[in-house]
């Protein structure tokens, strides 16, 4: 008489369970976030250096589509105004509607309503603008600058318009969040401490840290799912190559 090891195949009903709930879990995930950021981020590609070394020439973006006034002080935004040209400009907001903003003062600072702005994202170490200038901005408008203030051409080339060189809030059709290209320069796009104490604060990231989450998580499951299979198999052969050695050397009665 023959003793044969067998093992039960309950734990391999459970894991193929597990491996297509995974699976089903990670579509949702995967799907669910490609859907969800395409619907709140649109990409971009900025075509100057005007935003350097924030943003460089040819970098590609992630803007959050928002409404004009959800739009802080320093926010970095997209916007078309046909007095500019009705053509994407992506600029920083600088001062809203009720600002006086100037530059410079004795520290070479920008300055809104009289309190000097630091501006460490500044691509010169200079002046914060090589050309003076005062500007009162009107209601609903907003003032934007370049961070290249040497080559940017911004708000100040467009003082002497009815609005000051300012834009409707209305003209905002999203706010960067992210630099996604190249490689070198990825990562959010962090909020200036400087407008932290004015009147309104600053913007806080929207929800891309999630979307991403949610699609990398999503892909993790699909993959862990999807190899359960095959190792299951595998070592299945293997179960099975030990059981054929048990029952070739059992002894006999």
Partial sequence: ???????????????????????AVGCVLFLGGFAWGAVLYQPYTVPTDSMAPTIGRGDRVLAERIDGAAVRRGDVVVFEDKVWGKVPMVKRVVAVGGDKVACCDRGGHLTVNGEPVEEPYLADKGPASPTAF????????????????????????????????SVPRGAVKARVDATAWPMK?????????????????????????????????????????????????????????????VEGGGARV
């Fill in 1 to 23: 008489m023959s003793g044969a090891v067998r093992t039960g195949d309950g734990h391999g009903r459970a894991g193929r369970v597990l491996s297509g709930l995974a699976v």
């Fill in 134 to 165: 005062t500007s009162t901005v009107p209601t609903g408008q907003l003032f934007l600058l370049g961070d290249h203030r040497m080559s940017s051409l911004d708000s100040r080339v467009h003082l002497s318009d009815s609005d000051h060189g």
């Fill in 185 to 245: 320069s990825f990562g959010m796009m962090p909020r200036p401490a400087a407008f932290e104490a004015l009147p309104g604060g600053t913007s806080q990231p929207g929800p891309l840290r999630l979307v991403v989450i949610s699609v990398v998580a999503g892909a993790v499951l699909i993959l862990g799912g999807a190899a359960y299979g095959p190792i299951a198999r595998r070592m299945g052969r293997r179960g099975r190559g030990g059981t054929a050695a």
